[in-house]
């Protein structure tokens, strides 16, 4: 199999890439996979392995796609601007990457005749339910720009399906952690700034609520999807682990050997959604799935990590927006 996977220099990409190309999914054994990346600011050429064969390029650019997708039998579409605060300042870099590059991507396949696609997206296009956990079948109800330009984005996949019977499928997980994550984000920039004995900003009153899974776990379900999964069909990919933002950076104090003094409570993000949670049964029930890193395990080899690659982690963390 030849297999393309857009984004596969960003944190998520590259695990599922170094995972394929060491034969992790017995599925895609002996695959030849290329990467192709726009190297933003969130994609690192050091988080791939050498086998990989990296092509630099931006996915609104349809000529490039067009010489680019030809030759490959599937598509797993990474590739998104993804990081919340930054949508709330430039959305306009959003809806541009996670709209109009993923209709120019399922274009290229269509006009290739790839044979499967698989779509990466959120729980974030559903929005915040207060109790319960969302089926596949919830309405969108997006609350920021980035959420708002994924759910439109798996519009336009599933419109691909219907209308030139390109056989895409959806997934949408929950938050996700692990080693090679860009410090924006919240774990990776919580540990990096207590490594550094430095405080953290914690919005509001850090109630809110996320569902967190290993992004090894979310990467096999990706395979499973990629090698099992039905067209036009939507699979949720949830962690089961739901945690307040305050539970977690407690649980970082302590792994960090750090105290409580260093948070520090910040003005709320605009539209924060209060809980994420998902019923992934429908994966569960079809293709088998379940995770298998426990969170307590998961979370101080991550904080590992970080404290053993400083050298991965350091250039980055002066551009991070917090989140």
């Known amino acids: 199999m030849r297999l393309l996977v857009t984004g ?28 192709l990346d726009k190297l933003t600011y969130a994609g690192n050429p050091q988080s791939l392995p050498a086998a990989a064969n990296l092509v630099v390029g931006d996915i609104t650019d349809p000529v490039m796609l067009n010489r680019v997708v030809p030759g490959h039998d599937a598509v797993v579409h990474f590739a998104a601007e993804s ?12 809806v ?13 396949c269509v006009a290739a005749g790839v ?3 698989v779509h990466v997206s959120t729980d ?10 969302w089926t596949e079948t919830w309405p969108l109800l997006p609350n920021s720009p980035y959420a708002a330009s994924k759910a439109a984005s798996d519009l336009i996949a599933r419109a691909y399906w219907r209308t030139h019977g390109l056989p895409v499928s959806i997934t949408r997980c929950s938050n996700n952690y692990g080693p090679y994550q860009h410090v924006e984000k919240l774990i990776p920039h919580f540990v990096t700034r207590l490594l550094d004995g430095q405080p953290v900003p914690l919005y509001g009153d850090g109630r809110n609520v996320r569902e967190w899974i290993h992004v090894d776990d979310h990467c096999r379900a990706v395979a499973l999807v990629l090698t099992g999964g039905r067209a036009g069909e939507i699979y949720n990919v949830g962690g089961g682990t739901e945690l307040t933002n305050r539970r977690i950076t407690g649980d970082l104090l ?33 293709l088998g799935f379940t995770c298998q890193v426990p969170f307590a395990e998961g979370l101080a080899a991550t904080v590992r990590w970080y404290a053993e690659n400083e050298a991965w982690w350091r250039p980055a963390s002066a551009l991070a927006v917090v989140g």
């Open 8 to 35: 596969g220099a960003g944190f998520i990409g590259s695990h599922f890439v170094r995972t394929v190309l060491a034969g992790g999914y017995p599925a895609l054994a002996g695959a030849e996979v290329t990467v």
């Open 83 to 94: 990081h919340v605060d930054r949508s709330l300042t430039d959305p306009a870099a959003f």
């Open 96 to 108: 541009t990457t996670n709209v109009l590059g993923t209709q120019l991507l399922l274009d290229a």
């Open 115 to 117: 044979s499967r696609v």
């Open 124 to 133: 974030e296009v559903y929005g915040s339910i207060a109790t319960g956990a």
């Open 254 to 286: 302590r792994l960090c050997h750090a105290d409580a003094s260093l948070i520090r409570y910040v003005e709320d993000r605009k539209g924060h959604d209060l809980r994420y949670a998902l019923d992934g049964s429908k994966l569960r029930d079809e």
